[in-house]
């Protein structure tokens, strides 16, 4: 994923962020939420194989995702490749 911010100065600033090492880093935390959305759908009653399909499926059609926010002097471009 590349980021892009523009500074108040006008120039833009650009940080490559790698996926992997940060869900790796981030794990236990996606555990949690994994543990959580397991049950969320219990409670709810929708097949939790289902859901973790379709979660992966929106994860995997992230690719050439494009997101830019701009206001005022400030933006922000979210690149996922």
Same mark, same amino acid.
Request: hydrophobic share 55%.
């Given at each position: ?17 790698? @996926?992997? %090492? ?8 996606? !555990? =949690?939420? /994994?543990? +959580? &959305? *397991? ?6 009653? @929708?097949? %939790? ?8 499926? !929106? =994860?995997? /059609?992230? +690719? &050439? *995702? ?16």
């Amino acid at each position: 994923m590349t980021v892009r911010f523009r500074r108040r100065q006008g120039g833009w600033v650009r940080f490559w962020v790698p @996926i992997l %090492p940060v869900a790796l880093v981030f794990s236990p935390v996606l !555990l =949690l939420a /994994a543990v +959580g &959305g *397991t049950v969320a759908c219990l409670v709810y009653r @929708i097949s %939790p194989t289902r859901a973790f399909g379709v979660g992966w499926r !929106l =994860l995997y /059609a992230l +690719g &050439g *995702t494009r997101i830019e926010i701009e206001q005022a002097r400030m933006g922000l471009l979210l690149h996922f490749r």
